[in-house]
């Protein structure tokens, strides 16, 4: 009896072995890097005087509704955080010795984790790299909202035909030749719409022009593997409610397990074999077994 | 060990299925039917806590990701009874598989009730945007492949019951299937193994995107593996108890032998289980975060306590033999590993201070109510279709849920 | 220079129009209807207070400014409520007449006058580029301030340089403060400045003989202690992001918020916004359409370009807007008493049936199982 026993764990033993090799053999995926003519936003919280132009403005070119809540009773548009309605913010940041202000909208990141998640691709990397979203794909499972490190995806709680809420940067106005409705409003050129490799140049620019006004280090640039959405600021980026996330893209680590476990299905295939040869030897023990039992 | 004597001894249990208790199971699931309808009209935030910090509630964490691990019994004893070739347990295997395929329908139900947007998913198999990167189209695959491979596991005790039938259709499909399950049965069964095996570590794997939210007590490369050993002892447990409520249930004979030994494999998944969980900690450097007072550590604590007490409690095996504390450790050990799947992925998850939940009442009814609709189905189903072994037992003893015995 | 006013005289103005008059001037100083009564009184005695403006490098702007105020009207004005004993535009005399009324002013309230100052005083070559009666205006300021009760410097010329202080300043043009190091001078900032608040610090210091509290640019608080921003007419549209874009567009015709357009009203200390000009309700810069030029501010008006647009001041966090770090939010108590309580029950009722099935389970044979056994293999 003990002989099916070693045999069925010698084969689980092969099949673990194999998929363990499998993984190992091949080299790590390597780290995406940002498309060349990947477009993003530059915003410099040093500028930015909270005017809230850019909220409304991007209201207007999204045909979202006020939101009338707010911290402090009712007003007429004061969302407090992004919402199903809200797809920039700007927010107050405060270190006691000095305050100023923060818009918050999708970062697009270089390797999103929402789109590394998303089942069927509703969560997309469009053109010029912007992360880009598909009704007709999603079937909100919101393992996007899960994924997300800057809790950017918002889904429509409220609907029986919901869908999930995030900038797009206004793709649709990219493609009529605009630019984004939040950096063609914005008053003070806080924010501004570019290719992200001259984004970034400008950002170290201003920082090299101006070293006392600014913290020397552009976020976005290397944070969870790049962002085309580019902050500055005069104070840390913890700060401005920005999380420290390592250079290291979120969905690196998953993407490489599931493809060293997955890897051209080899894996499962040789695990499914062993155990079906150890099945059908024991179900062969099994009977040989019975036949000599009176 | 051909389909038709896969388990040669098993008999419907008979006797009548609209009882006390199998009507109030349907009040429950009638209630539940009501919210199902008023989510379908209303959106999920009309019944639901679920927010934007916290996309998934208890319909992911317990009914789906907890209740497939629950339903591990079928896995669990399979891979005892074909892969390790354990021959003793066959008559734990079609209660087993039964309930595993109850549970996963079900999961896949509360899957459903839980998409915003499942009209789009009849689109799934056909378009061609897989995106072969998501851990979660894996689990849905495979968890959608291992519901049909249970229920094929399954169906030979449905066509047991249809051979002898009176209607010709249910005669000629029964007669149809039996030559074709008797050659294709075993490698289903090895299906039945792989599929778990894959879906239950990528169940694990799901919350590792989370490197921000999740809390490090948790967020391990080992979640995989966690969740593939956790969801073995919980298919146990689930045996021993099912096993256990249904001898006192059906007035059957107690399979207590076999209980024995198995609840002897399940001291050793679960030393192994609590064994990785600290080492990780430690070679991670994060032990520090158990003994620091705070909720984590609190449900970090809660959640062990549930692990190490029902090991402790069958390592002796004077007390092993006893019914009693298999079944309270049985029960321990499906907390436990509920405990531990809510903490992947509730407790230990925090997308930032401003959000927070806790189920709401018509949420947790719509759990109730498909939890409902297993325990009714499981009564229906070894009612009339054989799946229990044994004859009953003709003196019914004193004892456990007499009440419930006497409401069904 | 002229008798004191009589209110039973029928050419002059009626005493209610008086009482008016000086209801509105206290209101700008923001001193209420108790100080009007003492204006009355003060103005009724004739304790009107003299006045010796000189003017230096300036476009008389301030002067047409304060002429152009209806209430009160100019008549009333400097017939009334000061005596306005030496004014260079306003004087019939010329020449040396001129000079001997200021002499005889200086001598007839010396110690007591007021000292109003129009104009940037101008220091290169010795202040050559200004000169009045054969001095400077270093040395004319010298002499009349220096014997003065009070020192007001109307509008942004004087208080410090303005225009002919623009870059490169050809002439050293100066505000008065930097000629009287030492001495107290108010400065009433304005392009041109507003009457009211020249007028309601003249009526303070006629009245009780004091100056008002003043910040530190020595403006009056009570005129400059908030921005124009604060109460501007367009708020409304920048706080709904509603901008005029160019002169001229659908949204300056729409009276958007001029921000865009260079406004430096958030940072420009003026009640402007308030207080409009000449009482004619809009008759301010924003009013009509164009953006503020920061006219009070030293550091802005002539010396930022127009259309470049400044930083918001504020002196501490607003709180209408959502915080970066949100507060905490709690899972109610009931909840969790509620799932602790449910929990407890299923804990208590899983131990109780374990109990049971421990004191009862093994007397119950398996009657199946031996034969079970047999049939599989044996380990």
Not at chain 2, 222 to 232: H, N
Not at chain 2, 286 to 303: C, H, K, S
Request: charged share 15%; with cysteine.
């Amino acid at each position: 009896m003990s002989i099916s026993r070693r045999t069925a764990l010698k084969g689980l033993l092969t099949a673990g072995a194999v998929a363990a090799t499998g993984g190992t053999a091949r080299a790590a995926l390597p780290p995406k890097r940002p498309d060349p003519e990947a477009v993003g936003l530059l915003y410099d919280s040093t500028q930015c005087i909270g005017c809230r132009a850019c909220v409304t403005a991007c209201r207007d070119a999204n045909g979202l509704a006020p939101q009338p809540t707010s911290l402090r009773g009712a007003a007429y548009d004061a969302p407090t955080d992004l919402n199903a309605h809200t797809k920039t913010i700007i927010k107050l940041w405060n270190t006691g010795d000095a305050h100023g202000y923060v818009k918050t909208q999708c970062m697009h990141c270089v390797d999103p984790a929402c789109v590394s998640v998303c089942m069927f691709s509703a969560l997309h990397k469009t053109a010029g790299g912007i992360v880009a979203y598909d009704k007709d794909a999603c079937i909100g499972c919101r393992y996007c909202q899960v994924a997300c490190p800057f809790d950017v995806p918002k889904f429509e709680w409220a609907s029986a035909t919901p869908k999930i809420v995030k900038c797009e940067l206004c793709r649709d106005r990219l493609a009529e030749g605009k630019e984004p409705a939040c950096t063609a409003v914005c008053p003070r050129k806080a924010v501004i719409f570019g290719k992200r490799s001259d984004l970034l140049r400008e950002a170290h620019h201003r920082i090299a022009a101006s070293p006392d006004r600014y913290v020397p280090t552009v976020y976005g640039e290397h944070e969870a593997g790049g962002t085309q959405v580019l902050y500055l600021s005069s104070v840390s980026f913890a700060a401005l409610g920005l999380p420290a996330l390592g250079d290291q893209a979120i969905p690196y680590f998953t993407e490489n397990l599931q493809h060293a476990i997955y890897q051209g299905f080899i894996a499962p295939v040789v695990l499914y074999g062993a155990l079906a040869v150890v099945m059908f030897r024991n179900r062969k023990l099994t009977e040989e077994s019975q036949e000599g039992q009176p | 060990m051909r389909a038709a004597e896969l388990n040669g001894d098993a008999r419907p249990v008979g006797g009548p299925i609209f009882t006390a208790g199998f009507n109030a199971l349907l009040a429950i699931v009638g209630a539940c039917g009501l919210v199902i309808v008023w989510r379908l009209f209303r959106g999920l935030g009309a019944v639901s806590a679920m927010n934007d910090g916290y996309p998934w509630g208890i319909w992911i964490a317990y009914d789906v990701v907890s209740g497939t691990a629950l339903a591990c019994g079928g896995y669990a004893v399979a891979l005892l009874c074909y892969v390790l070739n354990k021959g003793q347990y066959h008559s734990l295997v079609r209660p087993a598989v039964l309930t595993s395929a109850l549970g996963y329908s079900l999961a896949g139900f509360a899957v459903l009730l839980d998409l915003g947007r499942y009209w789009n998913i009849w689109k799934a198999p056909f378009l061609l945007n897989w995106n072969r990167n998501s851990i979660l189209l894996e689990v849905a695959l495979c968890i959608s492949a291992y519901t049909v491979v249970l229920w094929i596991e399954i169906s030979p005790a449905f066509i047991e019951r249809w051979r002898d039938s009176t209607s010709p259709l249910l005669r000629g499909i029964a007669e149809r299937l039996t030559p074709f399950l008797n050659r294709t049965l075993l490698w289903f069964m090895a299906l039945g193994i792989l599929l778990p095996t894959m879906h239950h570590s990528s169940l694990g794997a799901l919350m590792l995107i989370g490197v921000s939210k999740l809390h490090q007590l948790w967020f391990t490369p080992l979640l995989p593996l966690m969740f593939v050993v956790s969801c073995i002892a919980m298919g146990y447990a689930v045996v021993v108890f099912e096993a256990t409520v249904s001898a006192r249930l059906f007035k059957r004979p107690h399979e207590h032998k076999m209980l024995t030994s198995l609840s002897g494999v399940m001291v050793g998944v679960l030393t192994t289980l609590v064994g990785m969980r600290l080492v990780d900690l430690i070679s991670r450097q994060r032990i520090g975060l158990a003994f620091t007072p705070d909720r984590y550590a609190l449900f970090f604590w809660l959640e062990m306590a549930a692990f190490i007490t029902p090991a402790i409690l069958l390592a002796p095996k004077d007390w092993r033999r006893d019914p009693g504390i298999q079944f309270l450790s049985a029960l321990m050990m499906m907390v436990a590993g509920t405990l531990y799947r809510f903490d992947v992925f509730l407790v230990g998850f925090n997308p930032g201070p401003q959000f927070s939940y806790f189920p709401s009442a018509f949420e947790t009814l719509v759990t109730l109510g498909l939890i409902a609709v297993e325990v009714a189905a499981y009564l229906a189903i070894v009612k009339r279709f054989p799946i229990l072994s044994g004859a009953p037992v003709a003196a019914g003893p004193p004892g456990l849920v007499s009440g419930l015995r006497a409401a069904s | 220079m002229l008798a004191p006013v009589s209110f039973d005289s029928p050419a002059s103005q009626s005493r209610r129009d008086f009482v008016r008059l000086c209801t509105l001037a206290a209101a700008a100083v923001g001193l209420g209807p108790l100080a009007a009564e003492r204006f009355l009184e003060a103005a009724a005695r004739g304790a009107k207070p003299s006045v010796i403006w000189l003017q230096f490098q300036e476009c008389t702007g301030c002067t047409e400014s304060l002429l152009r105020t209806t209430h009160p009207a100019v008549d009333d004005l400097i017939l009334d409520l000061i005596s306005l004993d030496y004014h260079e535009t306003l004087f019939a005399a010329a020449g040396h007449q001129a000079e001997a009324a200021l002499k005889q002013a200086m001598k007839a309230n010396a110690g007591k006058y007021v000292c109003v100052v129009e104009g940037a005083i101008p220091t290169k070559e010795n202040g050559i580029y200004c000169m009045i009666g054969g001095r400077t205006a270093i040395e004319i300021i010298n002499d009349v301030a220096g014997q003065a009760g009070a020192v007001i410097a109307i509008g942004s010329c004087a208080s410090w340089g303005g225009v002919p202080s623009a870059d490169p300043n050809p002439t050293g043009a100066v505000g008065a403060h930097e000629i009287l190091k030492g001495k107290t001078v108010v400065n009433i900032p304005g392009c041109p400045a507003n009457p009211y608040n020249f007028l309601g610090t003249v009526l303070q210091y006629a009245t009780f003989g004091t100056l008002p509290a003043l910040d530190a640019q020595n403006r009056p608080k009570f005129a400059y202690g908030q921005t124009v921003h604060e109460h501007c007419s367009r708020r409304a549209h920048f706080d709904a992001g509603r901008f005029a874009e160019k002169y001229g567009d659908e949204g300056h015709r729409n009276g958007y918020c001029l921000y865009k357009l260079g406004c430096k009203g958030p940072v420009t200390h003026a009640s402007c916004s308030v207080q409009h000009f000449s009482e004619v309700v809009g008759a301010w810069p924003i009013g009509i359409g164009h953006p503020c030029v920061g006219c009070t501010e030293q550091k802005i008006a002539f010396r930022v370009p127009m259309h470049t647009t400044v930083e918001i001041e504020r002196p501490a966090p607003p709180d209408t807007y959502p915080a970066v770090q949100p507060p905490e939010s709690h899972i109610s108590p009931l909840a969790t008493g509620v799932a602790g309580a449910v929990l407890g029950a299923l804990a208590g009722a899983g131990y109780v049936a374990s109990r049971k099935l421990s004191t009862t389970d093994d007397l119950i044979p398996t009657p199946s199982a031996g034969a079970k056994d047999d049939r599989h293999v044996d380990q």
